[in-house]
């Protein structure tokens, strides 16, 4: 590892995250049985106003289906498949997919709790804060709270107060905000109404104002973090109305905030674009979360996108969601993408140029290659990268971004950091017009096509495919097409092609939809 590139890394971080890491390599609190008081009765968490998403199927018998990868049951520290794999086995999201009952939901629990603190993984603070909002929505489902087994109240409780004890200020971000919707919510459930609620909501008030930008995004500029987090302020909502608890506005207010920003960003069929770390099938979908927010009583207005940095521009043929932002959350940039200046495209409705999405979260080479400039669909000068994506989740050298013009039908902005250089775009009503300035240098422009879209060179240069052509001007053209694989979901590569326009100083793309398009 390079120093330099340690050291730009480090730069980013708030004291308290270098603290924290020093504190927990120090000293990690074990996990303890703890006897849970009389007096937590827990019965404000019960009767509910409104049902929960339900979650996808993922267990069959012994058999388990994560990320789309299918592996039987053999312990709960199973890490064959990769680490996110066992996480997803210890947040139990599987007590809330539909068909799960309470006997098989307790088999699970039970198992669980045999040798509880030999669950190395399923005791670190992110899946315990997952799984104690899925056992409080799984006993509010299947339990009145007088028929709750005592041991698992006993787990339950011990398993807040080992989590109050590893709240993940070394990292911050989205891990701290799901470490406070557990502990708001767990404390809810328990009855709880003393100094642990009282610091529960403060901790995700506190979190909530800190990571919800201006426009309503949450700061780390993922469409589909912001979805799993939506899902999981309604559920607090939902154990708030419960408990009629004093944070309830304060919720209510930010979730109709979220929700303005996700009408916005959402494509015309409801679906969220691949920027960032986003995947198809990981969160509940738009549409299930807008349902769930009617059933809670939440209204809202479509929002902008201004902070968050992403524009959209259509017509009645064509649809562009751009990315002309900069990083925002800068001591938390695990889930970016060096993609400043990316863009998706569709056409009657079918995606055509489309973002190479995520397939894994391993540290491996396709992950470096997910999060890198090459991925997207951007002008790149040799190797830059504008943002020094490293390491799985992290980020050195960063660049400025400026939006220099801006309305309806165009918008221009500026980088500046390793290199100097400018995009705009500007739809009219027969084409999408994509104008690369790099200032005398010689780069390469990338537009990865929608798996299954053929795509060939015309005799003038020009790139011909059944949505739509693409036409090139600028000094020194260059047209090939390269394969390319495409990422439909977590471990899910299908082929496609790439267009590289190579080119100096300056190109000019103009993109023609083929007008009798079909949408399907």
């Known amino acids: 590892m390079k120093i330099g590139k340690l050291l730009r890394t480090i730069s980013h971080l708030r004291l308290t995250q270098v603290t924290h890491q020093v504190a927990m390599r120090l000293h990690r609190p074990t996990y303890q049985d703890v006897h849970c008081p009389e007096t937590l009765e827990g019965k404000r968490g019960t009767n509910l106003p409104a049902t929960f998403i339900a979650k996808p199927r993922a267990v069959s018998g012994d058999a388990f289906t994560f990320l789309n990868l299918t592996k039987r049951f053999t312990d709960w520290n199973d890490k064959e498949l990769g680490m996110l794999w066992a996480y997803n086995l210890n947040y139990m999201d599987f007590l809330l997919q539909e068909g799960m009952d309470a006997f098989d939901g307790k088999m699970w629990i039970d198992r669980f709790l045999r040798d509880l603190p030999a669950r190395t993984i399923g005791l670190d603070p992110y899946p315990t804060a997952l799984r104690l909002i899925n056992w409080a929505k799984f006993f509010s489902t299947h339990y009145q709270q007088k028929d709750i087994p005592e041991n698992w109240r006993t787990a339950y409780y011990s398993q807040l107060i080992h989590l109050e004890h590893r709240l993940e200020y070394h990292l911050l971000g989205n891990h701290l905000l799901e470490d406070a919707f557990a502990l708001y919510v767990g404390w809810i459930h328990m009855g709880e109404k003393g100094s642990h609620l009282a610091q529960a909501r403060r901790l995700l008030l506190g979190q909530l104002r800190e990571q919800t930008l201006s426009d309503g995004a949450h700061y780390e500029q993922s469409p589909m973090y912001h979805c799993i987090l939506l899902d999981r302020l309604l559920d607090t909502i939902n154990f708030a109305q419960a408990a009629d608890d004093e944070a309830l506005p304060s919720l209510k207010e930010t979730a109709q905030q979220w929700l303005g920003w996700l009408d916005a960003i959402v494509w015309n069929d409801n679906t969220i674009p691949l920027f960032g770390d986003s995947a198809i099938g990981i969160a509940p979908t738009p549409a299930q979360i807008q349902d769930y927010a009617r059933r809670l009583g939440l209204s809202w207005t479509r929002g902008t996108m201004r902070k968050s940095g992403y524009r959209k521009l259509q017509n ?57 400039y090459e991925a997207h669909n951007v002008a790149q000068i040799g190797k830059e990268e504008p943002f020094e994506v490293w390491g799985g989740f992290r980020v050195g050298r960063t660049s400025t971004v400026v939006v220099i013009s801006d309305d309806h039908n165009h918008i221009a902005a500026q980088r500046k950091g390793q290199y100097k250089a400018e995009r705009q775009f500007t739809l009219t ?24 879209c053929s795509a060939t060179i015309e005799a003038d240069g020009s790139v011909k495919s059944p949505l739509g052509t693409f036409r090139f001007e600028g000094k020194d053209i260059k047209v090939e097409l390269k394969p390319c694989q495409i990422s439909i979901a977590y471990n899910q590569l299908v082929s496609s092609t790439c267009i590289e326009a190579h080119f100096k100083d300056t190109l000019t793309t103009s993109i023609i939809p083929t007008t009798q398009g079909i949408k399907t």
């Open 316 to 372: 009645t043929i064509l649809e562009t969601i751009i990315d002309v932002g900069h990083i925002t959350a800068t001591y938390q940039p695990g889930h970016t993408h060096s993609d400043p200046f990316s863009f998706e495209l569709r056409t009657n409705g079918r995606p055509f140029v489309v973002d190479t999405g995520i397939s894994t979260y391993e540290k491996n080479a396709r992950r470096q290659y997910e999060r890198s």
């Open 429 to 452: 009503e027969d084409q999408l017009t994509i104008t690369d300035n790099v200032f005398g240098h010689e780069a390469i422009a990338r537009f990865h096509l929608a798996p299954q």
